[in-house]
């Protein structure tokens, strides 16, 4: 595997189910993102992690649950989500922390669907 | 505040030259540009910095009016490879990669 690399690529889940996206990249970068890109909607930052410690939490709502247990995964937990929380996951990486200056990477994305 | 990306689509014949604007109310430290097609993840273009540092890619250019806190993207000589959708991402400050995205520019060039 090379670069950023995201699954499921798709998930279909009820308001009532608990589910995880897992991102792992194969870069060797140590900053890793969660991005949120709905229909007509500019990309939203939702977390950033810089050396495994999360160093921006972007008002997400407590439903959705981060776990960075290392430089190269990147949890997202979700539970009693809405149906317009419906959306592209997107997870991004980079190199020299979380830095503005550094590239980010994108992962393909999971297509979430909330019933 | 997001920054505001204008036109919101252009549709170019291959060849063609076209603009992408991205202004800011506020003032930047960095802009970046990413392309995404449909169906795949968004991909890096440049970076542009306060002070005119650049790094990024060869056969796209842009600038960055720190005065006017705004960067343009120009798609030169254009391929049908160039279509998707352009994004700007700006940030206030060189901390934690947290940036701003556009709404993005859809661009589609034919044959």
């Known amino acids: 595997e090379t670069g950023v690399t995201q699954t499921p690529r798709h998930l279909v889940m009820g308001m009532t189910n608990k589910k995880s996206l897992k991102c792992e990249q194969h870069?060797?970068?140590?900053?890793m993102y969660w991005y949120k890109q709905s229909a007509k909607k500019p990309l939203e930052l939702m977390f950033v992690?810089?050396?495994?410690?999360?160093?921006e939490n972007n008002s997400v709502p407590s439903r959705f649950s981060p776990e960075c247990p290392n430089s190269s995964h990147l949890f997202l937990h979700l539970h009693t989500l809405q149906p317009e929380d419906s959306a592209l996951y997107l997870c991004a990486s980079s190199q020299g922390g979380a830095s503005s200056y550094n590239e980010q990477f994108f992962g393909p994305g999971t297509r979430l669907t909330v019933l | 505040q997001q920054p505001v990306q204008s036109p919101q689509a252009v549709i170019l014949r291959e060849g063609e030259d076209a603009v992408i604007n991205c202004s800011s109310s506020k003032a930047l430290y960095s802009v970046h540009w990413y392309r995404q097609k449909h169906g795949e993840a968004p991909v890096f273009l440049m970076i542009?910095?306060?002070?005119?540092e650049q790094k990024g890619h060869e056969k796209i250019s842009a600038s960055f009016n720190e005065k006017k806190q705004q960067s343009s993207l120009y798609l030169t000589a254009s391929q049908l490879s160039y279509s998707g959708t352009y994004f700007c991402g700006t940030s206030k400050s060189d901390s934690w990669g947290k940036l701003q995205f556009g709404a993005g520019t859809q661009v589609v060039v034919t044959p």
């Open positions: 870069l060797g970068h140590n900053a």
């Open positions: 992690y810089s050396l495994e410690e999360r160093v």
């Open positions: 542009l910095l306060k002070g005119g």
